[in-house]
């Protein structure tokens, strides 16, 4: 089942429409509904991932998908502390903010 749009993507939609129905259709309307995984475990992966590559835009929407599936503010602070020994302490303390902020808006800080 596709996930609702975001405004992330919304924003981007008219500028290009085939990449976002490709993201609606392919990534979260098969992709993340492949039976192998949970959603929490792809969840954790694409954290992971995301606090790696550096790509705190796109990890903001991330760990909040997260959280609705289940990772917990405390496993996602392990993710991004682990990583800071993997992919860079600038990428981890970045992330830190990123996962604040989200908390931030949730109430959950």
Do not use: C
């Not at 990449?19 to 995984?37: H, S």
């Not at 599936?69 to 405390?74: E, K, P, S, V």
């Amino acid at each position: 089942m596709a996930q609702p749009a975001s405004p992330a993507r919304e924003r981007i939609r008219a500028t290009v429409p085939k990449m976002i129905d490709l993201t609606e259709k392919v990534i979260y309307g098969d992709v993340w509904e492949r039976p192998n995984l949970s959603k929490r475990d792809r969840s954790l992966m694409v954290i992971a991932s995301l606090v790696s590559t550096y790509r705190p835009e796109q990890l903001k929407g991330h760990i909040g998908r997260g959280l609705d599936n289940g990772l917990t503010r405390d496993e996602i602070a392990e993710i991004i502390t682990h990583l800071a020994f993997y992919s860079g302490w600038p990428a981890s303390m970045t992330a830190a903010n990123v996962l604040k902020e989200v908390l931030e808006e949730r109430g959950m800080l």
